[in-house]
């Protein structure tokens, strides 16, 4: 078991920054990725961002690529998501998860453990 606790949420204007956090307990040693979803009201759940634990290759949406950073404390078994120039339109509940096996780190079907979500408002 992976638990997962997000925080550093918040309200936003558009074209601030929020860094999000999130600690991991449990089997991490068995984590290959570390990964960042979104999910707006109505709509499905998507991809922001991902770290492979161990060597800390990271991947990202393309909507996000130069503004969001994905990083991560091995010492501290925490993920970090820097988001930079935020917009209104990424208003949503964002998601930390851990994926257990090697699969594609871009579908949400590969993650095993998730955390609870934490709530991020960019407002115009």
């Known amino acids: 078991q992976v638990q997962l606790v997000e925080s550093g949420g918040g309200l936003v204007q558009a074209g601030g920054s929020l860094r999000l956090s999130c600690a991991a307990s449990g089997r991490t040693a068995s984590t290959y990725y570390m990964g960042w979803f979104r999910q707006a009201p109505g709509k499905e759940r998507d991809f922001v961002a991902a770290i492979r634990w161990s060597s800390g290759s990271a991947y990202y949406a393309e909507s996000v690529k130069g503004r969001f950073t994905i990083s991560r404390d091995n010492a501290k078994n925490t993920v970090y998501l820097q988001m930079n120039s935020l917009e209104p339109e990424e208003t949503a509940v964002y998601h930390c998860?851990?994926?257990?096996?090697?699969?594609?780190?871009?579908?949400?079907?590969?993650?095993?453990?998730w955390g609870q979500g934490i709530q991020v408002t960019v407002s115009s």
């Open positions: 998860a851990a994926a257990l096996t090697d699969y594609s780190n871009i579908y949400s079907q590969n993650y095993n453990y």
